[in-house]
């Protein structure tokens, strides 16, 4: 399973570039090898912080022999602090056959979810597990959420655009050739929205209309009130 933090891949004008970090030189973006990167979301310059990380051999093996149509996505609102076991449920009920990665991806989502709420200081949250088979928020775009964390287990993964650029990628949209990147599958991300305090990230959803393509994707944000 390829698992690279970045992946070279044309992208509706933009071009993802392969490397181990944006080639330009950005202070609101922190990259780590362990979930203790977060911690670097206590500065109020910070607008992304991702955790790179890849899942047990056997666990990508069975993300890679997934099939996608079988799985039903999910949504709810929680209270964070007794999010866990209806989480569990919900994974139970969301037609994975291999009970292991069942398990292994509700364990994953659970401890994402704590992680998002601690980080965030948010106790009321929105979480949804999708299934998406076209190009979704296809458009660059600023979330209207304080923050939001998000991991894609199969598939491509969202892409977005250093700080600097963002104005640029917001007006020319498809048209937008300057640098941009891509989250491979599970690394998980923590971006701010409009809604923050500081600089929103700007990104949107890879393009896989009629490509034959899906994803798996993970969110969690604050509940709408």
Known sequence: MTVDLFQQR????????????????DQSVA?????????????????????RREPPADVGRLLDELRLDAITGW????????????IAQLMATSGFREP????FLATDIILLTRIFATTT?????????DVIRDDACRRFHVDNHPARLVVTYVGPGTVWVPSCYG????????????????FPAYSAGLFA?????????????????????????????????
Request: positive net charge.
């Open 10 to 25: 044309r992208l509706g004008g933009a071009t993802a570039v392969s490397t181990d970090a944006p080639s330009i030189n």
């Open 100 to 103: 292991v990665l069942e398990r």
């Open 75 to 86: 949504r709810k609102t929680l209270d964070a602090a007794t999010a866990g076991p209806i």
């Open 167 to 182: 104005k640029k990628a917001l007006i020319e949209q498809d048209g937008y050739s300057g640098p941009a990147f891509v």
């Open 193 to 225: 929205g409009e809604a923050a305090g500081r600089t929103g990230l700007v990104h949107r959803s890879p393009c896989i209309a009629g490509t034959g393509r899906m994803r798996l994707f993970f969110c969690v944000n604050a509940a709408r009130h």
């Open 121 to 129: 200081g948010t106790r009321a949250i929105e979480a949804r597990l």
């Open 31 to 51: 990259f780590g090898q362990t979930a203790a990167v977060f911690k670097s979301w206590d500065s109020a310059a910070m607008s992304l912080a991702v955790w």
